[in-house]
């Protein structure tokens, strides 16, 4: 199973275990990096996971209708071919706990639990520039030192509780999707309230409204969703995964998504209406997030967009019965996939139902949080649990909620306070030996997240591998390159219509107070791939090294 032998850590004169490399979160991203460094390099490493096991977002987001929006047969691990032969995903769209199920898989195939230590909340990370080590210290007061520090916090862990006056006053319970209780929740009977229609409302809603006496669903954001068309995995398709393993890699590393199917080369505009409605149609009845790769253009011109648009549009109409409430959920202010573009089951179709009412906070916002439920400029809505589907404080969130100081006491929130920059979304200058996995700057969530782990942790290792076979002892970026990709990030998402949704989360705008970056690199998967690639082959161009 391991191509090197790893050693046990040796212990420094204060106690605490002198490590090659400490690796914070035990999600996908953490663990496949533990593979790499310690099975691969033989390095010895630490995983400190603040939760009680493996599986990061799918270790906390447990809340009704969870799945995730990419194809099964393509979200997992690609660089064992063996691995991905030997694992059955039973369905197209998998729920959290199938995907759970496959991470502790993945972690007990390879033996990583004994390198993590659970339940362990890391509250700081110090460089001290005399030994060149980063200090790690635990919530619970463990610490831990090593030459190289790896963040794999994930980019949507840092749950964002929205600041309303009076929660601390409700009498009923309240949640929130990325907090989830591991024993459930049960709605049997109960007035509940949901705040947010994204990604996770858009999936909770249907879920809850089954057994809720009756589901208030708070819409301040309408957005497009396209259905899933979920189903099980045939026979036939199952082994044609198993047969194709390698192939279904290939295509991921291809596409600018990460995904096993390529943006289409036709454009909208150029397509004559009544054809563009076929593709359209067949786009909406195949489902997923493919939907998106139906043009060229569409996140290219406006125009294109549009006509996307309108037809997803439509379709909410001609499922809502209520014309006021089809009205509230066709009321959408950014281009088609502009925000993160959801797929559902059954999403509007539930607004069809008795108990669901939909209220639209745009038009009046809520003002307090009572004792017995929400109030608004209209009115006031009784509940007995609120639900928060507000989402996350994406990307810089999980970085900055933890004390990273960098040379001479260098603050990282201090040099992102006004947004974050970094090279490649690998490092920043500044501090030394600190990697992050799918940071901001990288292309993270907007592919397909095991394809961006893979390459960033495959990176990740063949540089620390580079080091110890040169005797180099330091590695951070130049203040000069890092500026020049953060251009880059900035151009990138200049050319799409990504940027031109001033409330989406890819900006910050869902946290207030948070600067308006456009923080993923937008110009695809594939193309970072090579951008990183190129960085190695020309020396590990734009970074300093020292011995």
């Known amino acids: 199973m391991n191509s090197a032998t790893t050693h046990d850590p040796e212990s420094t004169p204060g106690g605490s ?26 390095l010895s490493v630490q995983v400190l996971e603040t939760g009680g096991g493996v599986g990061g977002t799918w270790y906390w987001n447990r809340y009704p209708g969870a799945r995730c929006d990419s194809e099964s047969h393509a979200y997992g691990f690609s660089f064992s071919e063996e691995l991905m032969r030997d694992w059955d995903w039973t369905e197209r ?38 030994t060149n080590r980063w200090e790690v210290r635990t919530a619970s007061g463990e610490s831990f030192n090593a030459k190289f520090l790896i963040t794999a916090v994930g980019c949507l862990s840092a749950a964002n509780v929205p600041t309303i006056a009076g929660l601390d006053s409700f009498q009923g319970q309240w949640y929130h ?32 409204a089954e057994t809720a006496q009756h589901l208030s669903v708070f819409q301040r954001s309408p957005t497009y969703s396209v259905p899933a068309r ?26 600018p998504s990460g995904h096993p199917f390529a943006n289409s080369e036709r454009l909208a505009l150029q397509t004559p209406p009544h054809e563009r409605q076929a593709i359209y149609e067949a786009a909406w009845r195949k489902g997923g997030v493919e939907f998106r790769t139906a043009f060229g253009d569409i996140m ?16 909410i109409l001609q499922i809502v019965k209520d014309p006021v409430t089809a009205h509230k959920l066709t009321d959408i202010d950014h281009p088609y996939a502009g925000k993160r573009p959801p797929v559902d089951t059954d999403y509007y179709e539930t607004f069809n139902r008795d108990n669901v009412s939909l209220v639209d906070v745009r038009a009046a916002p809520i003002e307090e949080i ?16 609120i639900v928060f589907a507000t989402g ?24 992102w306070k006004d947004g974050p920059r970094s090279y490649l979304g690998l490092q920043m200058e500044g501090f030394p030996n600190l990697f992050t996995i799918t940071g901001p700057g990288s292309p993270s969530v907007l592919t397909n997240m095991p394809v961006a782990i893979e390459q960033h942790s495959d990176w990740i290792a063949d540089c620390i591998a580079h080091m110890r076979a040169q005797g180099l002892e330091r590695i951070e970026p130049q203040a000069q390159a890092m500026g020049d990709w ?25 946290v207030p107070g948070k600067p308006r970056v456009f923080m993923p690199y937008s110009g695809g998967m594939a193309r970072y791939r090579k951008i990183c690639a190129d960085v190695a082959t020309n020396g590990y161009e734009g970074f300093r090294f020292s011995s």
């Open 177 to 208: 999707t990325g907090q989830w209780p591991h024993e459930g929740v049960n709605f049997a009977g109960k007035r509940v309230g949901l705040i947010g229609t994204g990604s996770t409302g858009i999936q909770a809603a249907p879920v809850i």
């Open 93 to 130: 769209f998998p729920e959290q706990k199938e995907i759970l199920r496959y991470i502790d898989h993945f972690a007990d195939r390879f033996d990583l639990r004994r390198s993590i230590r659970f339940n362990a909340r890391v509250s700081a990370a110090h460089y001290n520039d005399a």
């Open 370 to 385: 009572t004792a017995t439920g929400i109030r608004t400029r209209d009115g006031h809505y009784p509940l007995d649990i």
């Open 392 to 415: 996350y404080d994406a990307l810089t969130g999980p970085l900055l909620r933890m004390d990273i100081r960098g040379r001479s006491g260098r603050l990282l929130a201090d040099d």
């Open 486 to 510: 953060m251009l880059k990030v900035t151009e990138a998402a200049s050319a799409t219509l990504l940027s031109t949704a001033t409330t989406s989360w890819y900006l910050g705008a869902n």
């Open 300 to 315: 290219l011109n406006k125009e294109a967009n549009d006509t996307a648009a309108e037809f997803v549009r439509n379709k």
């Open 230 to 255: 979920n189903a099980p995995w045939t026979a036939e398709f199952k082994r044609y995964v198993k047969e194709n393993a390698a192939e279904i890699r290939r295509a991921t590393h291809a596409t």
């Open 17 to 42: 275990p002198a490590l090659d490399a400490i690796i914070i979160g035990a999600g996908l991203a953490g663990l496949y990096q533990l593979h790499c460094l310690r099975d691969r390099l033989g």
